[in-house]
């Protein structure tokens, strides 16, 4: 049985006097506002070091929260079939791992593979469930269906091509 809206305002009222459920919020604004002003800092340190291409890896690499969100989403949901939820599991393992093709302390390009694991397992989920599914359990701004056709074609100019290889091969032997 899933909670109405009203049940869950109900749960908060008896649950939390007002001030309570303020503070809560108010920390809730300061986290959004800790990434909103973190993400700045990361845009303009990108746009200083990097130049136009950096940038545009920082654009994407900043989707990376959504995108694991996404994955456990989808794990969840009962119309993705077990063999990809298996998939997945080993994808979201691979994310939180420290072990990394590229590692993650490096600034900025350390993510990168990580993009890379993601989107090209999204690419070959859509190829075997439909994709509204998808788009069902995405949270992010854009369209989640044309982001990942947009990264899976910058993916040859943003990865050096052996660490490319490496992605490709990884999800190719997890995603049978």
């Known amino acids: 049985m899933t909670k109405t809206e009203e049940d869950v305002i109900h749960c908060e009222e008896s649950e939390f006097d007002k001030n309570q459920f ?59 079939p077990t063999s990809k939820k298996v998939f997945l599991g080993a994808v979201i393992g691979y994310l939180i791992s420290p072990i990394d093709f590229i590692p993650d302390f490096i600034p900025v390009i350390g993510y990168t593979d990580d993009l890379c694991i993601a989107i090209y397992a ?35 100019q943003m990865i050096n091509k052996n660490i490319l290889r490496k992605v490709k091969n990884w999800i190719w032997k997890r995603s049978k």
């Open 22 to 80: 303020d503070e809560v919020k108010l920390l809730d604004d300061k986290k959004l506002k800790f990434y909103e002003t973190l993400r700045e800092r990361l845009d303009k340190w990108t746009k200083k070091r990097g130049g136009k291409p950096g940038n545009e890896v920082f654009q994407y690499l900043v989707l990376l929260p959504d995108l694991f969100i996404l994955l456990t989403r989808l794990i969840a949901d009962k119309r993705v």
């Open 122 to 156: 999204l690419d070959n989920l859509m190829n075997n469930v439909d994709q509204s599914i998808i788009m069902e359990n995405w949270s992010g701004k854009d369209n989640i269906i044309e982001l990942v056709q947009t990264i899976l074609e910058k993916t040859d």
